[in-house]
C-alpha cells in the first residue's frame, strides 16, 4: 500500500484571461515510512500540491490519496499531521502546554496511539524548557516544538512545509540531524518541501524534482545511502554527484 499517492493532478487559480496554472499532470507516489522530498524552482506548485494533500485546498484534476483514502477523509482519520514554516506556536502558552494543545482540542480517547506531551518533549530534546513561552526560545527550539506537537497523534504521514527554511545554516544542520533521529523513532512517511538541494540529498529516500511553473514531475532520484545517516557524508564524492544530479535536473 502507498502512504501517498498523487495521479494526474493539475491545479489552476483565477479565470477567464487571468487563469494560473499551477500544476499540470503531476504524478508520483511514496511508500511507508519513506522520507521524500519536493524540490523545484520558486512558484512551481510545491506548496500548492502540499496542501492539496493536506486538505487545505480542494483536488480539481487528477486524484490523491492518503492511507488509501481522499485527504478530506484522511484528514478526519488523523492520517497526517502539519509542521509550517513558522512553528505557529500560541505565545501565552507554555512549551508543555503548545504540545498539549491538540489533546484538548481533539478527543483522545477516540485515538489508538497518543503520545504523552511530556514524551513528546523529550523526544525533541526540550525537556529542560517545558515551562518556558515560545519568546523564551530560539527559531530552532520553537521549530522542535512544533514538530513535537504534530506527532501527539502519531500521524501515518508528516507533511512539512520548508520547516527549517528561516534559520540559520548552523541551526538548519542541526534540526536536519535531529530530524532523522526523531522519524527513524517515530517511523512515520515524511514529504518534505524544500529549497535546498543538500538538505533534501541528506534527509531523503527520493527526491520529486519540479519543473518551472506548472509545476510537473521532471524527475524522482533515489538517494542511495543507508541508515542511519551522518552529517561527514555531506563531504563525500557521491554526495556530490546527487546534489549535481538534483541540480542538472532542476535547470
Known amino acids: 500500500m502507498r ?18 496554472r499551477a500544476l499540470h499532470d503531476v504524478t508520483f507516489a511514496t511508500k511507508p515510512g519513506e522520507f ?20 487545505l485546498l480542494p483536488t480539481e484534476e487528477g486524484s490523491i490519496l492518503v492511507g488509501g483514502v481522499p485527504p478530506r477523509e484522511a484528514r478526519k482519520l488523523g492520517l497526517f499531521s502539519w509542521v509550517f ?20 482540542i481533539r478527543n483522545p480517547r477516540s ?34 516544538v512544533a514538530l513535537a506537537r504534530a ?11 520548508e520547516p527549517f527554511a528561516a534559520l540559520d545554516e548552523l541551526t538548519r544542520g542541526t534540526l536536519n540531524v535531529e530530524l532523522l533521529r526523531i522519524c527513524a523513532q517515530v517511523k512515520t512517511t515524511v514529504l518534505f518541501v524544500t529549497h535546498s538541494i543538500s538538505e533534501a540529498v541528506y534527509l531523503s529516500d527520493s527526491i520529486v524534482v519540479f519543473s518551472p511553473r506548472p509545476g510537473t514531475v521532471k524527475a524522482v532520484i533515489e538517494v542511495p545511502f543507508a541508515r542511519p545517516r551522518n552529517s561527514d557524508m555531506r563531504h563525500s564524492d557521491e554526495f556530490r554527484e546527487i546534489v549535481e544530479c538534483v541540480e542538472s535536473k532542476l535547470h
Open 3 to 20: 502512504a501517498i499517492d498523487v495521479n494526474r493532478v493539475g491545479k489552476s487559480f483565477g479565470a477567464d484571461s487571468g487563469m494560473v
Open 36 to 55: 521524500v522530498s519536493i524540490v523545484g524552482p520558486s512558484g512551481c506548485g510545491k506548496t500548492t500540491l502540499l496542501r492539496m494533500i493536506g486538505d
Open 85 to 104: 514554516q513558522s512553528p505557529v506556536l500560541l505565545p501565552w502558552r507554555t512549551v508543555l502546554e503548545n504540545v498539549r494543545l491538540p489533546l484538548e
Open 111 to 144: 485515538d489508538g496511539n497518543v503520545r504523552s506531551p511530556e514524551a513528546l518533549i523529550r523526544l525533541v530534546g526540550l525537556e529542560s524548557f517545558t515551562g518556558k513561552l515560545p519568546k523564551q526560545l530560539s527559531g530552532g527550539m520553537q521549530q522542535r
Open 151 to 161: 506527532l501527539t497523534f502519531s500521524p501515518d504521514v508528516l507533511l512539512m512545509d
